[in-house]
């Protein structure tokens, strides 16, 4: 069966370090994979798009990179700060389809 | 995202209830959607919309209906409210680029749904 997978349990991390999440996918094969914010109560925000012929992205302190043979995408935050704490959400695209597929999130925390 | 309204924020309505949830965007974009997030299952879709005139099922429609009313407007209507469509309900935009694949999706704030 088809299945997106992020950690379930938060991240806990100091202020300052590298925080790193995880996204695994299984039996698609997506054209694009997308990384979201999702901060208490709101919706989810964009940040960071990756294509399937893409190794790696780079946006400020964000970096993505995408593994197609590993089927997995790496979200990386460096110096992380507290206002980075949120919920963050990969999403995959197919060329097929017009749909994005969204993982469950990961919770990062970041502590003072 | 201001651009994408919804309403109300909260609901709370009881079971056999019909209620409308709905969208209102100012990015001038196409296509729009309806997501329902619970915990631990993440956003799912119940329907999609890439034009007025184009209304689609996304994987779980049953017990949902949606109008576009305009470009600017998608709402989405539970006929009979059950227990289980207790939810947080967002509303996206989208607007394809060039290539027709690349697209960000835009969310509203989300609608708190409880159904009693």
């Known amino acids: 069966s088809q299945k997106i997978e992020q950690n379930s349990e938060a991240l806990n991390i100091q202020e300052g370090k590298t925080a790193t999440l995880t996204c695994n996918y299984t039996?698609?094969?997506?054209?694009?994979l997308q990384w979201y914010r999702q901060d208490p109560g709101r919706g989810p925000v964009f940040l960071l798009l990756i294509r399937e012929n893409e190794k790696e992205k780079r946006k400020e302190r964000l970096k993505v990179t995408f593994d197609t043979t590993l089927k997995q995408s790496l979200f990386h935050i460096t110096a992380s700060q507290p206002a980075d704490s949120a919920t963050y959400l990969c999403a995959l695209r197919m060329d097929s389809s017009y749909k994005l597929i969204f993982g469950s999130g990961t919770r990062l925390l970041v502590r003072p | 995202d201001a651009d994408v309204t919804q309403t109300p924020r909260n609901r709370i309505t009881k079971t056999g209830k019909r209620i409308m949830l709905e969208c209102s965007q100012t990015k001038g974009h196409d296509r729009m959607y309806w997501y329902r997030q619970d915990p631990g299952l993440g956003l799912r879709l119940i329907y999609y919309s890439f034009d007025v005139k184009d209304i689609n099922k996304g994987e779980i429609s049953d017990g949902y209906s949606v109008s576009r009313q305009a470009q600017a407007k998608f709402s989405l209507s539970l006929e009979s409210a059950i227990p289980n469509q207790t939810a947080l309900y967002f509303c996206?935009?989208?607007?394809?680029?060039?290539?027709?694949?690349?697209?960000?999706?835009?969310f509203g704030p989300g609608t708190r749904l409880l159904v009693l």
């Open positions: 996206a935009t989208s607007d394809p680029s060039g290539s027709g694949i690349q697209e960000t999706q835009y």
């Open positions: 039996n698609y094969s997506p054209a694009y």
